[in-house]
């Protein structure tokens, strides 16, 4: 009996080790701008609010410019990204405002224990007068340890990944 509570406690900790969302203020959601390849951004942003900047001094693994180029890629991918043409568009801004990184050690020995790697980021789209069009919150962690989430390039590599796989949809409106 006790090794199948021990199963189902273990696999519930996997299930829960990784995890990502949006928040959304409370706004009218008729008005909210979905983008598509005929609506699409010039141009990607990532900047660091006073809170992440200090937080940034004990998480140097967490890079701003890696987290820039997948959520490009993640636009690119869907035909959102345009800097071409003479039709204004709209930028994107991604506003992080915290991050964790855990230590390669921590993550191999103590795994979930140690806490999550982490990044929260209010997402901003604005036309060119730099009038706010829609802003919504992305976050997402990885908790998995061991051997394999110890690696910083698959933890980071994930937690890049899903964050930028979230605001593309959220940004088009997909489930």
């Known amino acids: 009996m006790n090794t199948k509570l021990l199963s189902v406690v273990l696999l519930a900790l ?14 009218v959601e008729a008005k909210r701008p979905c983008l ?3 609506e699409q951004v010039s141009s990607v942003s990532v900047s660091l609010t006073e809170e992440a900047r200090k937080k940034a001094l004990d998480n140097l693994k967490f890079n701003p410019d890696e987290l820039l180029s997948h959520v490009k890629r993640g636009l690119e991918a869907n035909n959102l990204l345009n800097g071409a043409g003479d039709q204004p568009r709209p930028h994107l801004e ?4 915290d ?11 103590w795994g979930f ?3 999550a790697d982490s990044i929260t980021a209010d997402i901003v789209l604005a036309d060119d ?9 992305v976050s997402a962690s990885y908790a998995l340890g061991g051997l394999a989430g110890g690696q910083d390039s698959a933890r980071m590599g994930w937690l890049y990944e899903e964050f930028a796989e979230e605001t593309v949809k959220e940004l088009t409106k997909q489930q």
């Open 14 to 27: 996997a299930l829960a080790g990784c995890a990502a969302g949006v928040k959304r203020p409370q706004t």
């Open 94 to 97: 991604v506003q992080v405002k």
């Open 113 to 115: 224990m140690a806490g």
């Open 36 to 38: 598509s390849e005929r």
């Open 99 to 109: 991050m964790r990184v855990r230590s390669n050690f921590s993550a191999v020995m």
């Open 129 to 137: 007068a730099g009038k706010e069009l829609d802003r919504f919150e």
